[in-house]
């Protein structure tokens, strides 16, 4: 038993180690796209790439994403800055062909107001409900009523059926 | 039973009604269209090793159109093709092809094997003017009315309904709101 337990643990710390080792072979393969040449606008580059989201696979970043696209799109925004636009610019060119769908963070509008106050809502919500829980509960406890004197008295006589 | 009790079920039926819709009616690999209402972005685009004319922006503005975005190595852009063999063979709307981020030689070939339905064809080789579309995968496809406003975007290979239902009656309507407006 205790050998089949080793043998397990075993297996699976190799194969967390074999994903690790995955992930770091995904991010060498990331970096294929030239960096500028200029530390100062590549950071910033790189910084823009991190809030666009990868529109193929969806949760990633373009920064994070091998797809072809986000490569695509990386160039384009290391372009843009190199061009002489401020991350905003940059952010803005890909917003007007893609939307706000782009953003990893979307922007606070009537459109998405319940995306930014639902939490929150859900939140008060069950503030409320708890809150209405825990004061319906004790009521329930004061309804308790005392013994009478013919089970108190019954009550002695089991415990001490001697008496 | 007191009110509360209702509550777990209530909640359950609340989330899974919401579940349900993100499921059955949201498709989360359709993303919205920034550029519906926009006119086209501009571009000049040379041809396909084979075929005769590039495209550019120009070729958009007059008549009714459809950009159709494709390439050789794409394999639902070989499903839906037969479709717009049979659009350009009509001859009732100009389809022009916008050949995304393909090998010249494979786009050429693809062309000879399959048909040639396109009035002209733009080698987007780095796939730029595909950006300037709003384009994220291929095969996509865009109705431009005769003023160069992209007004239908189709996401993925188009099949008969899709033409028949949603692509074919929005390039008539932008027909004869053009013809409307001429007589004016």
Excluded at chain 2, 94 to 112: I, R
Aim: charged share 20%; net charge negative.
């Amino acid at each position: 038993m205790q050998a089949l337990v080793r043998l397990w643990t075993g297996a699976i710390v190799a194969l967390m180690m074999g994903f690790s080792v995955a992930a770091h072979a995904q991010v060498v393969t990331e970096i294929i796209d030239p960096p500028l040449e200029d530390p100062v606008l590549e950071a910033r580059a790189q910084a823009v790439h991190k809030l666009i989201r990868c529109l193929v696979c969806q949760n990633q970043s373009i920064h994070d994403s091998n797809a072809g696209l986000a490569r695509d799109l990386r160039i384009i925004v290391r372009d843009r800055i190199a061009a002489g636009d401020t991350n905003d610019q940059a952010i803005q060119y890909l917003v007007d062909r893609y939307g706000d769908w782009v953003l990893l963070k979307p922007p606070l509008k009537a459109s998405t107001i319940v995306l930014w106050l639902g939490p929150f809502l859900i939140l008060l919500l069950a503030g409320w409900f708890a809150w209405a829980y825990f004061r319906a509960a004790p009521s329930q406890v004061a309804k308790a009523v005392p013994l009478t004197e013919e089970e108190q008295r019954r009550l002695a006589e089991l415990l001490d059926p001697e008496a | 039973m007191r009110p509360m009790a209702y509550m777990p079920p209530v909640m359950f039926a609340i989330v899974a009604v919401a579940l349900a819709l993100g499921l059955l009616i949201v498709k989360p690999k359709e993303i919205p269209s920034a550029l519906i209402g926009q006119p086209v972005p501009e571009f000049d685009l040379p041809s396909v090793v084979g075929t005769p004319h590039g495209f550019s922006n120009a070729d958009l503005i007059g008549n009714v159109s459809i950009v159709n975005v494709f390439a050789s190595w794409c394999l639902p852009c070989r499903a839906e093709h037969p479709l717009w063999v049979e659009v350009g063979e009509g001859g009732l709307v100009p389809v022009y092809g916008l050949n995304y981020k393909d090998s010249q030689e494979n786009a050429s070939k693809w062309l000879a094997d399959f048909g040639d339905p396109y009035t002209s064809i733009g080698a987007d080789l780095n796939g730029r003017v595909g950006v300037d579309f709003g384009v994220y995968g291929v095969p996509e496809t865009f109705v431009i009315d005769g003023q160069g406003f992209i007004q239908l975007k189709f996401i993925g290979p188009i099949d008969r309904f899709a033409l028949e239902n949603e692509i074919l009656p929005m390039v008539q309507e932008l027909q004869a709101l053009m013809v409307a407006e001429g007589a004016e």
